[in-house]
């Protein structure tokens, strides 16, 4: 049959869609076990711990309200590590709340986690990630973030060092400091296969992790610290997202030095450089949390690693021919997460027809992949499902702009004529977004609206130079690419030119908002969580977090010399310019975009005879995580929709748009 678009009915409402976001993460191994971490939003948001045996019997050894997460750099980094230790499974881990970390034995009844590490009165305290456990010194090496005040200056990140017997939990000087503070930022430790050297990356302000960063490699002394270190390869054009040792007692890094992260062996010795499988493809990609993992070196030799333009697929390389061989399977997306057990690699997959889920494969030419886990496959009647498509279209001066396109669908409806369309922008900027099933998506396009993902000149995915665009363009590139996409599926037919919308969070949100006050193309916007005030962000204005500070630097230009233009391309600047309704939606918690962004913006919309939503969430911070929060946020950006667009959709609250 037919309808109006937006009113189709659809299995898939707001709580469905909403209780299967998020993904597994953080995936490793303990002895012969798996375990990874999984969201929980049912459960305020939180992150569980789950073991799996080797009998294929899952559990979450922690309860509520244990919530292994942390916030070095704010995204956070690998929170959990574990080692057999006395013939028992031991894991350390980080807890949301405290920020301290723990240790328990899961086979041990009753037993509750034990502190390791002390809580800190002063600024934000300590933070850690990337535990791992030494069981033959007794302690728990990671990277240690420690505030030692209020003042961006009085934070520093290093490699320190915890006992494992807990010692250490109400005593600061306890806490082994490896070696000295000589980087901004750092990643944990890898050592050697003989333990006496260690690898890592680190860098500075005013770069970020894909502009540039720094192999390190130092002996290990006798007494556990670090002697001096010297840089490998690296520098500030050149990026090394991961590191890890060979067998051969050699590095393997993933550098972008070819314009494309390109998987290298390197002398430790010399720091020669080798690529080891030359090509226009990229075998990693930016690094937001400490910890990810695009490759992992097997035991016999060869190393398992995620490539690809766009989209990344698990290959296994021969590092001896440079031969890259697919697994079998019908997955099209894997997480920076991989894992090797017993000769098999482990990771976390997904494709536009089924959820992120725990798979494995052996390391064998024409391997088949298999799930170990299935996730949230029976869901939903596939037939609600969208059948996205990735698509090349045409951008200002000729350039290609990637994006997913999935056109409404449902099994009791036909298209009649062009649909609604919502643009899609994701955060970052530098990074990039996945065609995989997602409930969200499904939400709006079994209801009759269209949604399109735009990878816009500076996502990853694509190579150096495609990242690059967005130097010092932001604000302009990625918004003319948005629009460009959006104008194409009008063109086409397909989107109807007077029912365009632009939703993002984040740098998602702060292109929403560019769009909204720079062009006439949407009909309305749903912005979260946004960056609104250039200056606000910079360096000097000091309303975002220490990762992020410099970041404008490379994407506006160094606000000491084009402050004008960090005014200029300012929504905050320009609310007089939107004439469209729109929602903005914020966590009260967020440190990266902080309320007063928000706040500072609809200052300067009193007064105006403007319809528009502001709904804010108390205890969420950057990326909403709870059950009702994600239901909410759904329903208000159907209903925003339905008002704007004609429609009524059924069984959703009206969303209050009164100026």
Do not use: K
């Not at 690898?199 to 006798?222: F, K, N, Q, S």
């Amino acid at each position: 049959m037919s309808g109006s678009y937006g009113e189709w009915a659809s299995p898939i409402d707001a709580a469905t869609a909403a209780s299967h976001d998020g993904r597994p993460d953080d995936l490793g191994t303990v002895g012969a076990e798996l375990w990874w971490t999984a969201p929980r939003p049912a459960e305020g948001g939180r992150r569980a711990l789950v073991r799996r045996r080797p009998d294929g019997t899952e559990e979450s050894p922690l309860p509520a309200p244990w919530n292994v997460r942390n916030r070095v750099m704010e995204y956070g980094g690998t929170p959990w590590g574990g080692a057999v230790v006395g013939g028992e499974p031991l894991v350390v881990f980080t807890h949301q709340a405290d920020q301290r970390l723990y240790a328990f034995r899961p086979d041990r009844p009753g037993e509750q986690p034990y502190p390791l590490s002390p809580v800190s009165a002063v600024g934000g305290g300590l933070r850690w990630a990337e535990p791992v456990v030494h069981a033959e010194r007794g302690e728990v090496w990671a990277v240690l973030e420690e505030f030692t005040g209020e003042g961006p200056a009085d934070l520093r990140r290093l490699h320190a060092a915890v006992p494992l017997d807990g010692s250490a939990a109400e005593d600061r000087a306890a806490v082994r400091e490896m070696g000295p503070v000589e980087h901004r930022f750092v990643t944990g430790l890898r050592l050697s296969p003989d333990g006496g050297r260690a690898a890592w990356i680190g860098w500075d302000h005013p770069r970020m992790p894909w502009d540039g960063t720094e192999l390190r490699l130092a002996d290990v002394r006798g007494d556990g610290t670090l002697g001096p270190a010297r840089t490998l390869v690296g520098g500030p054009e050149e990026s090394v997202a991961q590191v890890e040792w060979a067998a051969d007692g050699t590095l393997l890094a993933a550098t972008d030095r070819t314009g494309w992260w390109n998987l290298h062996r390197v002398d430790p010795d010399s720091g020669e450089a080798v690529n080891l499988c030359p090509c226009e493809e990229e075998q990693a990609g930016p690094l937001w949390r400490i910890g990810l993992r695009w490759f992992a070196p097997l035991p016999d030799g060869p190393i398992a690693v995620l490539h690809g333009v766009g989209a990344q697929r698990l290959g296994i390389l021969d590092p001896g021919s440079g031969e890259l061989t697919q697994p079998q399977g019908h997955w099209t997306e894997w997480t920076p997460t991989l894992a090797v057990a017993g000769g098999r690699v482990v990771g976390i997959a997904a494709s536009a027809r089924s959820a992120h889920e725990i798979v494995h494969t052996p390391a064998a030419p024409a391997a088949e992949v298999t799930a170990l886990t299935a996730l949230h496959h029976d869901a939903v009647d596939p037939a609600y499902l969208p059948e996205p498509e990735a698509r090349v279209f045409t951008g200002p001066g000729g350039r290609d702009v990637h994006a997913h396109v999935y056109p409404p669908r449902n099994p009791e409806h036909t298209a009649d004529g062009p649909a609604p369309y919502a643009i899609w922008v994701h955060g970052g900027p530098t990074s990039r977004t996945q065609m995989v099933y997602d409930l969200e998506v499904a939400y709006f396009t079994s209801r009759g609206i269209g949604v399109v993902e735009v990878n816009y000149g500076g996502s990853t995915g694509y190579g150096r130079a495609y990242r690059n665009r967005l130097r010092e363009q932001w604000g302009v590139v990625e918004v003319e690419d948005c629009v460009a996409v959006a104008e194409g599926l009008v063109a086409e037919g397909a989107a109807d030119p007077a029912r365009l919308a632009i939703r993002g969070g984040s740098a998602g949100g702060w292109t929403s908002a560019a769009a909204l006050t720079t062009v006439s193309t949407f009909a309305c916007g749903a912005i979260s969580y946004p960056i609104l005030d250039l200056a606000g962000w910079s360096p000097a204005g000091g309303e975002t977090h220490d990762f992020e500070a410099w970041y404008l630097e490379s994407l506006v230009g160094p606000h000491l010399e084009v402050p004008e233009r960090y005014h200029d391309r300012s929504p905050v600047h320009h609310s007089d310019q939107i004439t469209v309704p729109f929602l903005l939606m914020q966590g009260l918690d967020d440190p990266i975009c902080p309320p007063v962004q928000c706040d500072r913006f609809l200052e300067a919309l009193a007064g105006r005879d403007l319809p528009h939503a502001y709904l804010a969430f108390p205890g969420e911070s950057h990326g909403f995580r709870r059950l009702d929060t994600l239901v909410a946020c759904l329903e208000a950006e159907l209903s925003l929709y339905g008002q704007v667009f004609g429609f009524r959709p059924p069984d959703v609250p009206v969303l209050d748009l009164t100026p």
